[in-house]
Nanobody
């Protein structure tokens, strides 16, 4: 499985961006796809995830109500719509795919087997 993240950039606080993660390869074995982010000098943390075979989703408290994760199974692409962006959202955003069986949407990094290369999001104040 290969993951290609795109859509990052520079935006002012209050603005919006939409990230995309295109998956290729053996995606039929996917369980969940997620976005994580890593700010400078900090650990990588969970942002949002969605079940590949359904629409169940989970969000970090810090992004609830502002970010929306969605997917297009035909295009094998997952999106992260980010609205009302804040300077603290500045980070490298990574998409990740889990093939491990789980009834719930996986949020822990250890559940994720494949990672994309990351895309930089910078929010200016």
């Amino acid at each position: 499985v290969q993951l290609q993240a795109s859509g990052g950039g520079l935006v002012q606080a209050g603005g919006s961006l939409r990230l995309s993660c295109a998956a290729s390869g053996r995606t039929f074995s996917s369980n969940s796809i997620a976005w994580f982010r890593q700010a400078p000098g900090k650990e990588r943390v969970f942002v949002a995830a969605i079940k590949w075979g359904g629409n169940s989703a989970r969000y970090a408290d810090s992004v609830k109500g502002r970010f929306t994760i969605s997917k297009d199974n035909v295009k094998n692409t997952v999106y992260l719509q980010m609205n009302s962006l804040k300077p603290e959202d500045t980070a490298v955003y990574y998409c990740a795919l889990s093939t491990q069986l789980s009834a719930a949407v996986a949020t822990a990094q250890s559940w994720y087997d494949y990672w994309g290369q990351g895309t930089q999001v910078t929010v200016s104040s």
